[in-house]
């Protein structure tokens, strides 16, 4: 105990020495002179130019000052150590500090450095990358593979961290606005090279060189108006080792709207968790420098990854372009508790080389909506699930323990999203969904090429069954009759809430047990605990079928009480709050994912008009009661 206590005091003591050397650098575009020492907020320097001059030490806060705007590209050098980043962030006044990159590679490049934070940043990159003579811009002093590589080369970042020489870790960003990062439109080859954050680890493997990056947090940030993803994590030079790779990365409270390819996409990473983000227009075509198609995330070559309490929506695009897909040589990854809505290559894709990965308690709305541009069957047309055993241009590779259970999802009478499992796609396991179509409009095509595959189907709703054609497969242990949801438009509404079941449901405690484990990675004995209400997940009794869970009358486990609602949960303009059985005095206050506290409200009428567009909390005071609600701002 005494040693431990030591080792306290001396980490306590050692954190206050090095803070002591730290050193705060300002830089103002209204009060700075490059000629000032930066060291206080009174002579603070003014370029960017002159702050690549500096090299930093563990620490040192490097702070710009709010509301102001820079050009050029900030090469930060230096380290911070664990528990002692490099700060950068802004001071005095409103408003974010704004760096435009002015067609430099980066707004801010990192080169081999770690245990660095980045907050309340301002970031876009679209100007041309040659000067006003013809001439490349070339970043002054700059060291790595090639120096075009580092500045005027025709492809964009908001942010690049780049590990060549080693591994790297301890990255924050927090609250940065990334966005309008795009190349030079000229040269035509190149016109969806733009990317918010990239994350790109470079190995040599003959010389036994293995790097990675790790320990990374990305959270309220907002990427937007990118030529292709918004965040990329990629490893160079580790196609063929498959034990090194990235770890530890968590993405938060983020929001992508209109990048042109895919909002978030992890290369060769494990443990990842990617939550309460909201997707919406991935794929955009809102700008001809866009890649124009891309799935709200997808993964690749990765390990360990959960993405949950998720909204993917809109994403638009040939190929691919669904709200969220796991494409192949993936272990353990699961998509649970996510909304997807309006996506137009569909819900669930699974493509090969992938272990013990797949989707439960989720809610998928009107997705699949693409039509087969070649008049083919089965070719790119939108889907509800989709199983494949597609690795690579090399032969195909079946999957082990594919499992999509406990979802619910809707179409409307308009659209025809196809079920489709390729052939010698391993086992699949599909239990307790709800597959619900209005009864009008063209037949919902189903094949399962099951050969030599071991499908284990059984407990799945179709409803109403006359629109569907089932493949023989799908129809083991099926039911056909109204789930009775609580949505009551056969167009789909837009409001996960209307997706449960409502109490005379037939498939009340009606689902396929998927028992309880200790093993939090096996998620075929390992139920996940809640669906996607936040209600508990029996592990003795059997469970409803679809993402809502009413536990019956006969299980040890409580109800959670669900008696309010905000109407719609997604909105562009206003909200009521529906509170059963009560009619009094409603205050509410609201916070933005931060935790701020942006406004407070009285009665059941939620005003969303003047906010801008993302995920807010609700704090509802009623009858000296409190509950918080998620409402989404569109």
Wanted: proline residues 3%.
């Amino acid at each position: 105990m005494i040693f431990f206590k030591h080792i306290f005091l001396f980490s306590f003591f050692l954190s206050l020495i090095l803070n002591a050397n730290a050193t705060s650098y300002y830089i103002s575009t209204s009060l700075g002179d490059d000629n000032n020492s930066g060291l206080s907020s009174q002579f603070p320097i003014n370029s960017i130019d002159k702050l690549n001059t500096f090299t930093f030490q563990a620490g040192d806060s490097i702070l710009f000052k709010a509301g102001e705007s820079w050009e050029g590209m900030f090469w930060l050098k230096g380290s911070g150590v664990s528990n002692n980043s490099i700060v950068v962030d802004i001071y005095g006044g409103v408003g974010k500090a704004t760096i435009n990159g002015n067609g430099y590679q980066s707004c801010i490049l990192i080169y081999n450095d770690e245990y660095i934070s980045i907050n309340n940043l301002n970031l876009y990159n679209e100007n041309t990358h040659l000067d006003s003579l013809g001439n490349t811009k070339l970043l002054v002093g700059f060291t790595g593979a090639l120096n075009t590589w580092g500045s005027g080369k025709n492809i964009r970042f908001g942010v690049k961290v780049v590990a060549t020489s080693h591994s790297l870790s301890g990255f924050r960003f927090n609250n940065l606005d990334i966005h309008n990062i795009y190349p030079t439109p000229t040269l035509s080859q190149n016109t969806h090279k733009g990317y918010g954050l990239k994350l790109e680890t470079q190995s040599d493997t003959s010389n036994l060189l293995f790097n990675t990056i790790s320990d990374v947090k990305i959270s309220n940030c907002y990427f937007h108006h990118t030529g292709h993803y918004g965040i990329w994590i990629k490893s160079i030079g580790l196609n063929n080792i498959d034990s090194v790779k990235n770890f530890d990365i968590d993405i938060l409270n983020c929001d992508f709207q209109d990048t042109g390819g895919s909002g978030f996409v992890p290369n060769k990473s494990k443990n990842i968790l990617v939550q309460d983000c909201f997707f919406n227009h991935c794929g955009s075509s809102v700008d001809n420098r866009m890649w124009k198609r891309g799935s709200g995330m997808w993964t690749f070559d990765c390990k360990n990854a959960i993405a949950q309490h998720n909204y993917f929506m809109n994403a638009h695009g040939p190929q691919d372009s669904y709200g969220a897909h796991i494409d192949y040589g993936n272990e353990n990854v699961v998509f649970q508790y996510n909304y997807s809505y309006n996506n137009e290559g569909g819900f669930v894709e699974i493509l090969g080389d992938n272990i013990n990965c797949g989707y439960r308690y989720n809610i998928s709305v009107n997705d699949g909506y693409r039509l087969d541009p070649n008049n083919s069957p089965w070719d790119k047309k939108g889907k509800i699930f989709w199983i494949s055993n597609y690795c690579g241009s090399g032969p195909r590779c079946p999957n082990t323990a594919t499992f999509i259970y406990n979802n619910t999802v809707f179409i409307n009478d308009s659209i025809n999203p196809e079920i489709y499992f390729w052939p010698n796609v391993g086992d699949v396991h599909l239990f307790n969904n709800i597959i619900y179509v209005g009864s009008n409009g063209q037949k919902i095509p189903t094949l399962l090429q099951n050969n030599l595959n071991t499908l284990n189907i059984s407990h799945n709703v179709f409803y109403d069954s006359s629109r569907i054609n089932l493949d023989s497969d799908l129809i083991n242990n099926a039911f056909f009759n109204d789930p009775k949801l609580l949505n009551p438009s056969s167009l789909g509404i837009n409001d996960p809430n209307m997706y449960q079941l409502q109490i005379n449901s037939p498939f009340i405690g009606a689902g396929k047990l998927i028992s309880g484990s200790s093993d939090t990675t096996n998620y075929l004995n390992n139920n996940g605990g809640r669906d996607y209400f936040g209600n508990i997940i029996s592990d003795i009794n059997p469970p409803c079928i679809g993402a809502f869970n009413l536990i019956s009358l006969n299980t040890p486990n409580p109800i959670k009480n669900l008696n309010i609602k905000a109407v719609p949960s997604m909105t562009t303009d206003n909200l009521r709050l529906k509170i059963e059985n009560y009619y009094g005095e409603i205050e509410t206050e609201i916070y933005n994912l931060k935790g701020n506290k942006i406004s407070k409200q009285n009665g059941s009428f939620i005003s969303l008009k003047d906010f801008k567009k993302g995920i807010y909390i609700l704090r509802i005071n009623f009858n000296g009661e409190i509950e918080n609600l998620k409402v989404v701002k569109l």
